[in-house]
């Protein structure tokens, strides 16, 4: 198994709402990532776990908050979200958060806030 | 001034054509480089990796170059399904974490 399962694939909440984003991976990869997109424009780093550790979170509003159940899961858990919030996020992972090559990234979520 | 900076296009050719792709990168510590394909609304692919020495993989050749901080990515013989944005990729090791930094990419076009 070499992908990354991102689900849902698409999402539409209101402003009040709390959802989840989901990630799988069975590539025995310990080190997992959230990046967001916005058209056009390139990924943005957001967290990154590494042995289900919180390692890096790049000042991402807490409106955001990330969860590691285990090696092979990651969740970004959704709450009190604004419209420009709207964007593609897209799940990775690698072997290890110290090498810089082997990423595979998941078909994203595209979430609309309305 | 971006940390990595590429052309945005779009590149429009037609088939057959061959295309070249400049990248330049600010930071001289990066330490790894690569393109990444991205079809529109999909996830980003790895296309390739990039070593000094060059490489190159069938239709696609990249080079870099470290020390005017360059990469280039040539497509010969264009085709049609090579129509996508492509990234310009480097990484650098901060606080025991190595980092990507996607340029904000390159649109190709190639038309019949």
């Known amino acids: 198994d070499t992908e990354v399962t991102q689900t849902p694939k698409h999402l539409v909440m209101g402003m009040t709402n709390k959802k989840s984003l989901k990630c799988e991976q069975h590539?025995?990869?310990?080190?997992m990532y959230w990046y967001k997109q916005k058209a056009k424009k390139p990924p943005e780093l957001m967290f990154v776990?590494?042995?289900?550790?919180?390692?890096i979170n790049e000042s991402v509003p807490s409106r955001f908050s990330p969860e590691c159940p285990n090696s092979s899961l990651l969740n970004l858990h959704l709450h009190a979200l604004q419209p420009e919030d709207s964007a593609l996020y897209l799940c990775?992972?690698?072997?290890?958060?110290?090498?810089?090559?082997?990423?595979?990234f998941g078909s994203g979520t595209r979430l609309t806030v309305v | 001034r971006k940390e990595v900076e590429q052309d945005p296009g779009p590149f429009n050719v037609p088939e057959g054509a061959t295309v070249a792709f400049n990248c330049t990168y600010s930071?001289?510590?990066?330490?790894?480089f690569f393109w990444y394909r991205q079809d529109c609304r999909k996830e980003p692919k790895l296309l390739m990796s990039v070593y000094s020495s060059g490489n190159e993989d069938g239709r696609f050749t990249a080079q870099l170059n470290r020390a005017s901080q360059y990469i280039s990515l040539l497509i010969r013989d264009s085709k049609l399904s090579d129509s996508a944005t492509y990234l310009c990729?480097?990484?650098?090791?901060?606080?025991?974490?190595?980092?990507?930094?996607f340029g904000a990419g390159t649109r190709l076009a190639v038309h019949p």
């Open positions: 776990y590494s042995y289900e550790k919180l390692s």
């Open positions: 990729v480097v990484t650098l090791f901060s606080g025991g974490y190595n980092k990507l930094i």
């Open positions: 590539m025995g990869h310990r080190a």
């Open positions: 990775a992972s690698s072997q290890d958060s110290r090498q810089g090559y082997g990423y595979t």
């Open positions: 930071n001289s510590a990066s330490q790894s």
